[in-house]
């Protein structure tokens, strides 16, 4: 298995507000796709270790779509989040205060089937909507 692929992007809002846009269902649903022809139609987010997250991701013309799931096995308010999605893939993300900024790092386990660099860029896409998601909230 490959060595870990590892994303970032700083969001320029408090770090609270940011652990809460990326944390609550109802936010999640507007930023977690990695381009505007797909969608998140729903989410679950039982924050706390043993809880479990789940979203729906979709193309907008329903051509195609997946769930995501994944058990949380570390939870740090404001701080960090650790989870094992269920082909055993590992994710960190750790929230930063940067000056009244906040750099979020995300670091993930990679799949055997597509290219790394695919899943970096999609990844970092999804994170980047984020970063725009959030700073306009």
């Known amino acids: 298995m490959p060595d870990k ?9 408090q770090r609270g507000d940011v652990w809460r846009l990326f944390n609550e269902p109802q936010h999640i ?3 977690n796709f990695a381009s505007d022809d797909w969608c998140c139609p729903r989410a679950e987010n039982d924050l706390r270790v043993g809880g479990r997250l789940r979203s729906r991701m ?5 051509s ?18 650790a989870y094992t999605m269920p082909d055993g893939r590992h994710v960190e993300t ?10 979020v790092t995300t670091e993930f386990d990679p799949e055997s089937s ?5 899943q970096r ?5 999804i994170l980047n909507n984020f970063k725009n998601y959030a700073e306009s909230a």
């Not at 799931?69 to 960090?80: F, H, P, S, T």
């Not at 750790?94 to 750099?103: M, P, Q, S, V």
Request: glycine share 8%.
């Open 64 to 81: 195609s779509g997946f769930d995501f799931e994944a058990i949380y096995d570390e939870v740090v308010a404001e701080n960090k989040l």
């Open 29 to 31: 649903t507007q930023w």
């Open 94 to 103: 750790r929230f930063e205060d940067l000056d009244g900024a906040t750099k």
């Open 5 to 13: 692929i590892s994303i970032d992007a700083i969001v320029n809002r």
């Open 121 to 125: 860029d999609g990844w970092q896409a």
């Open 114 to 118: 597509n290219p790394l660099d695919m």
């Open 58 to 62: 979709e193309a907008k013309d329903g």
